[in-house]
């Protein structure tokens, strides 16, 4: 009975971890969508900081009307300066998957609507949870999901074999 015990714990153990690895999807704003924020930009500071972003998770930009979105540099978001690393976003929704490990900065290339507060800062944080620091080695997403598949696989042919052993 008690190996059993074992077993289901590293079952569920190996579940958890697993869980852990796969990527989440965001909706920038939640509600608010992608448009220009009635309180300015507080609203996007507000709703990133209320998020942990790592590497290999997914923006998504729901917007109605006539907006667009742009990945820039820190000084292009300081200045709304309409200068895109990449293309610019025009059809909603618009899907961003963040890869590195930096903040990233997104603008609406429309009109004024980045200096009326249509622009966010996203926080991308190590897989392992701690941010990691400027020009530190970093691993891909994929390599990251891949060890721990193998070890959680491990995990479980291992917690079987001591199972069936006693």
């Given at each position: 009975m008690a190996s059993r015990m074992v077993f289901l714990g590293c079952v569920l153990l190996v579940a958890a971890l697993l869980q852990g690895a796969t990527a989440e999807t965001?909706?920038?704003?939640d509600s608010l969508g992608w448009s220009i924020p009635p309180g300015g930009s507080i609203a996007y500071s507000t709703w990133a900081n209320q998020h942990t972003?790592?590497?290999?998770?997914?923006?998504?930009?729901?917007?109605?009307?006539?907006h667009d979105v742009a990945r820039v540099s820190e000084s292009d978001y300081e200045s709304c300066t309409k200068t895109a690393i990449g293309?610019?976003?025009?059809?909603?929704?618009?899907?961003?998957?963040?890869?590195?490990?930096?903040?990233?900065?997104?603008?609406?290339?429309?009109?004024?609507?980045?200096?009326?507060?249509?622009?966010?800062?996203i926080d991308v944080e190590s897989t392992s949870g701690s941010p990691t620091?400027?020009?530190?080695?970093?691993?891909?997403?994929?390599s990251a999901a891949s060890s721990l598949a193998v070890g959680g696989i491990s995990a479980v042919f291992f917690s079987i074999v001591i199972a069936f052993l006693h």
């Open positions: 965001y909706t920038v704003g972003f790592r590497v290999g998770d997914i923006l998504e930009f729901n917007w109605t009307g006539t293309t610019v976003q025009s059809t909603s929704p618009a899907y961003v998957t963040l890869t590195t490990e930096e903040d990233h900065y997104f603008i609406c290339t429309v009109g004024s609507h980045c200096s009326v507060g249509q622009k966010v800062k620091s400027p020009g530190s080695p970093t691993s891909s997403p994929n």
